[in-house]
């Protein structure tokens, strides 16, 4: 079974006197959703923003489909097939959904851009994730979160992303709208696609992941399958980092 | 009209006033003083004047300075030069041959054909192209922006650099037009080019302009000046009625923009 699609290995990060990651390891396997968590401070987000490229590791190797990368930047991520989402930040909510989807990667004709193509593609993208809008020129800031979320998710999965790292999707979200997300998320999953899901809520990840990776203070101190452990138990974990039972 | 573009990546340039004063004193004082043809003259105060925008673009973009504060230090240092070129005094150049670039042919101001030529282009530019495109995302979400891909500090170097290269332009057709330039002149120019813009609908907060609502809004301030004149209440009253359309169209912006957002 296991087929990792990313591995990271031991890497470490400073910042500074602080160290916020110290030997982490972490593999995530295809069509696999794996739970990032930790308490705030715990180096969560550092993790994410190495393997999408906003930061770099000072140690440590990262491999993708078995071959080792160095991920400089967030294109480097993009080009590998590694797509990030955060909850507010990378959207600009002054553009149309359209504008937003092909950001960076426009379709240009002889001389301008081909609106006609781009303005299609995005009515699939969204179609094909069951999006619902009512018009692809609605600007961002008139949405609501997840359909937020869901214009960043059909702009990386367009483009071919194998991996999505996803900084607390759900943090903004109402509950119906997070149930939705996290049916699209299982509904990725069926497709094969691996996802990193960052968040504080027990009960979202509980639903939707196949295993928990739980950070304390920069390290990592476990790595479970759902299946066998409890959202008490996870809880404790993640105050106390303090893992009795783990067999890693 | 650039400064429209400038506006929808984010920032404002407060020294196109001085880059306005400055082109055409250093271009007349080449062609005067130093012999130069007013053609290779006017081409390197074009020149000067991109370089100008580099300027402007580099400290906002690279050194991280706010372009107010940025482009306030320039509009000094620009308008500076410009007393320093002409030394103090009116220059004026002793050649008509390139009145036509900016005078009046056959009757017809030539400036409104550059006006309506560059709404037409900066139009394309912004709605059509890639650089429109990144244009609009940098003011709008600067951090989103990069993290997708956008150039966002060559986008904003860029749009500084046309918008300085314009003004220059502008006060060349002045030139062309008087056949002479104050060195002082300008000093409205700036604002009435950002009241052009907002009265079109561009916001200054970045990520969203419009062309053609800036080109009538240039329109609307022409015909005020001219207006204000041809009913006798002389220009005295210019600079209220500007600052009062400013503020209504402001509002009236505001409102379209949420119920075009709302049922889009």
Same mark, same amino acid.
């Given at each position: 079974?296991?087929?990792?699609?990313?591995?990271?290995?031991?890497?470490?990060?400073?910042?500074?006197?602080?160290?916020?990651?110290?030997?982490?390891?972490?593999?995530?396997?295809?069509? @696999?959703?794996?739970?990032? $968590?930790?308490?705030?401070?715990? &180096?969560?987000?550092?993790?994410?923003?190495?393997?999408?490229?906003? $930061?770099?590791?000072?140690?440590?190797?990262?491999?993708?489909?078995?071959?080792?990368?160095?991920?400089?930047?967030?294109?480097?991520?993009?080009?590998?097939?590694?797509?990030?989402?955060?909850?507010?930040?990378?959207?600009?909510?002054?553009?149309?959904?359209?504008?937003?989807?092909?950001?960076?990667?426009?379709?240009?004709?002889?001389?301008?851009?081909?609106?006609?193509?781009?303005?299609?593609?995005?009515?699939?993208?969204?179609?094909?994730?069951?999006?619902?809008?009512?018009?692809?020129? +609605?600007?961002?800031?008139?949405?609501?979160? &997840?359909?937020? +979320?869901?214009?960043?998710?059909?702009?990386?999965?367009?483009?071919?992303?194998?991996?999505?790292?996803?900084?607390?999707?759900?943090?903004?979200?109402?509950?119906?709208?997070?149930?939705?997300?996290?049916?699209?998320?299982? @509904?990725?999953?069926?497709?094969?696609?691996?996802?990193?899901?960052?968040?504080?809520?027990?009960?979202?990840?509980?639903?939707?992941?196949?295993?928990?990776?739980?950070?304390?203070?920069?390290?990592?101190?476990?790595?479970?399958?759902?299946?066998?452990?409890?959202?008490?138990?996870?809880?404790?974990?993640?105050?106390?980092?303090?893992?009795?039972?783990?067999?890693? | 009209?650039?400064?429209?573009?400038?506006?929808?990546?984010?920032?404002?340039?407060?020294?196109?006033?001085?880059?306005?004063?400055?082109?055409?004193?250093?271009?007349?004082?080449?062609?005067? *003083?130093?012999?130069?043809?007013?053609? =290779?003259?006017?081409?390197?105060?074009?020149?000067?004047?991109?370089?100008?925008?580099?300027?402007?673009?580099?400290?906002?973009?690279?050194?991280?300075?706010?372009?107010?504060?940025?482009?306030?230090?320039?509009?000094?240092?620009?308008?500076?030069?410009?007393?320093? =070129?002409?030394?103090?005094?009116?220059?004026?150049?002793?050649?008509?041959?390139?009145?036509?670039?900016?005078?009046? =042919?056959?009757?017809?101001?030539?400036?409104?054909?550059?006006?309506?030529?560059?709404?037409?282009?900066?139009?394309?530019?912004?709605?059509?192209?890639?650089?429109?495109?990144?244009?609009?995302?940098?003011?709008?979400?600067?951090?989103?922006?990069?993290?997708?891909?956008?150039?966002?500090?060559?986008?904003?170097?860029?749009?500084?650099?046309?918008?300085?290269?314009?003004?220059?332009?502008?006060?060349?057709?002045?030139?062309?037009?008087?056949?002479?330039?104050?060195?002082?002149?300008?000093?409205?120019?700036?604002?009435?080019?950002?009241?052009?813009? =907002?009265?079109?609908?561009?916001?200054?907060?970045?990520?969203?302009?419009?062309?053609?609502?800036?080109?009538?809004?240039?329109?609307?301030?022409?015909?005020?000046?001219?207006?204000?004149?041809?009913?006798?209440?002389?220009?005295?009253?210019?600079?209220?009625? *500007?600052?009062?359309? *400013?503020?209504?169209?402001?509002?009236?912006?505001?409102?379209?923009?949420?119920?075009?957002?709302?049922?889009?």
């Amino acid at each position: 079974m296991p087929d990792p699609l990313m591995q990271m290995v031991e890497v470490s990060k400073s910042f500074g006197p602080v160290k916020a990651l110290e030997n982490v390891s972490l593999a995530v396997n295809r069509g @696999e959703i794996v739970g990032l $968590l930790g308490d705030n401070g715990a &180096g969560k987000s550092t993790l994410v923003k190495i393997a999408s490229g906003v $930061l770099q590791a000072d140690k440590g190797d990262v491999y993708f489909q078995g071959r080792k990368v160095i991920i400089r930047s967030p294109e480097d991520a993009r080009k590998l097939g590694v797509e990030t989402t955060y909850q507010d930040l990378a959207i600009c909510e002054d553009l149309p959904i359209w504008r937003n989807v092909f950001l960076s990667r426009e379709v240009i004709g002889a001389i301008f851009m081909d609106k006609k193509t781009m303005r299609k593609e995005t009515w699939k993208a969204l179609e094909n994730l069951q999006i619902g809008v009512s018009s692809i020129e +609605q600007k961002l800031k008139f949405l609501s979160g &997840g359909q937020r +979320q869901s214009v960043a998710l059909a702009r990386g999965l367009y483009f071919n992303a194998e991996l999505l790292l996803m900084d607390e999707p759900t943090a903004a979200l109402g509950v119906a709208e997070s149930n939705a997300l996290l049916q699209l998320m299982l @509904e990725l999953k069926k497709r094969g696609k691996s996802i990193v899901f960052i968040t504080h809520n027990l009960r979202h990840i509980f639903s939707v992941v196949d295993r928990l990776i739980i950070l304390y203070k920069g390290r990592r101190v476990a790595d479970l399958a759902k299946e066998g452990t409890s959202i008490e138990e996870v809880e404790t974990i993640i105050v106390t980092g303090k893992n009795f039972d783990d067999s890693s | 009209m650039p400064m429209a573009l400038l506006l929808v990546s984010g920032e404002f340039d407060l020294s196109v006033g001085s880059v306005y004063a400055l082109v055409p004193c250093l271009t007349a004082a080449l062609n005067r *003083v130093y012999g130069f043809n007013i053609w =290779v003259a006017a081409l390197i105060g074009i020149l000067v004047a991109i370089l100008c925008g580099l300027v402007n673009g580099l400290l906002t973009a690279k050194v991280g300075i706010q372009s107010f504060i940025a482009t306030m230090g320039t509009w000094f240092f620009y308008g500076s030069l410009a007393l320093i =070129v002409a030394a103090g005094l009116p220059e004026s150049i002793p050649t008509t041959s390139f009145y036509f670039i900016g005078g009046y =042919v056959e009757g017809l101001a030539m400036e409104s054909i550059w006006l309506f030529a560059f709404a037409v282009i900066f139009y394309l530019v912004l709605e059509m192209t890639k650089h429109g495109n990144w244009s609009m995302a940098t003011g709008s979400n600067r951090e989103a922006a990069a993290m997708m891909g956008v150039k966002t500090g060559t986008v904003k170097i860029i749009n500084f650099m046309i918008t300085s290269g314009l003004a220059g332009l502008v006060g060349i057709l002045d030139l062309s037009r008087m056949s002479a330039v104050t060195p002082t002149q300008g000093s409205l120019l700036t604002f009435e080019a950002i009241a052009a813009a =907002v009265i079109g609908g561009t916001s200054l907060k970045g990520g969203s302009g419009y062309i053609f609502g800036t080109l009538i809004g240039a329109i609307l301030l022409g015909m005020i000046y001219n207006g204000l004149i041809l009913i006798g209440m002389g220009w005295y009253w210019f600079q209220g009625f *500007v600052g009062a359309i *400013v503020v209504i169209a402001c509002i009236a912006n505001l409102r379209i923009e949420r119920f075009r957002g709302a049922y889009a």
